[in-house]
C-alpha cells in the first residue's frame, strides 16, 4: 500500500469530500497511474488569502482509500489555478472517505516531523508543482496523529 500527498486547493478538496473522486492534469500521468485501490490520500489544500485580514494557513482536509484505477473523464467539476486555464484535471480516481477532518489539521506544525520534506526552511518546494507525491508511512501516521489531537 502507498501513501499519497495529493496537493489540492479548498475548492477542489471540497469536490473530493462531496464526489469522492481525486483528479490530476495529463502532466501528472506519472504519479496518477502508480495508484492502486487500497492505497491511502491525504489532502494538502495550500494557503489561501480570503481577503486583507484573513489567510487560511496550508492544510490537511481529510485521508481517503483509492477505491479505482485511474481512468479519464473529462466532465469539468475542478477548478482549476488561473495558471492552468481550463484544465479539467481529467485523469481521475474514485476515492472513499476515511475522515474528513474538522477543522483540518494545520500543515506548518508538521514540517518539523515529516521525512518526506528534508529541507524545512524550504519546505514548499517538496509539494509545489506537483499533484500529488508519495509519502512515508511514518509521515502519514504523524498526520492521522495530529488529526487526532484537539484542535482550535
Known amino acids: 500500500m502507498t501513501r499519497w500527498l495529493a496537493i489540492s486547493n479548498r ?9 469522492h473522486l481525486w483528479g490530476v492534469p495529463k502532466r501528472a500521468i506519472n504519479q496518477i497511474s502508480k495508484t492502486r ?3 491511502t490520500l491525504l489532502v494538502y489544500v495550500g494557503q489561501q488569502v480570503i481577503d486583507r485580514d484573513t489567510t487560511l494557513p496550508p492544510a490537511i482536509t481529510g485521508c481517503f ?6 481512468y479519464e473523464d473529462a466532465k469539468p467539476i475542478f477548478t482549476a489555478p488561473p495558471k492552468l486555464g481550463a484544465e479539467v484535471f481529467p485523469l481521475r480516481i474514485r476515492v472513499k472517505t476515511i475522515e474528513v477532518f474538522d ?14 520534506i528534508t529541507n524545512k526552511k524550504q519546505w514548499s518546494g517538496h509539494i509545489r508543482g506537483q499533484a500529488m507525491r508519495a509519502i512515508p508511512e511514518e ?10 489531537t484537539p484542535r482550535d
Open 65 to 70: 482509500e483509492i477505491t479505482s484505477e485511474v
Open 139 to 148: 509521515d502519514h501516521a504523524s498526520i492521522m496523529k495530529a488529526a487526532e
Open 37 to 39: 485501490p487500497g492505497d
Open 11 to 19: 475548492t477542489n478538496s471540497d469536490v473530493t469530500i462531496k464526489k
Open 103 to 116: 477543522p483540518s489539521v494545520e500543515f506548518k506544525p508538521l514540517i518539523p516531523h515529516l521525512a518526506f
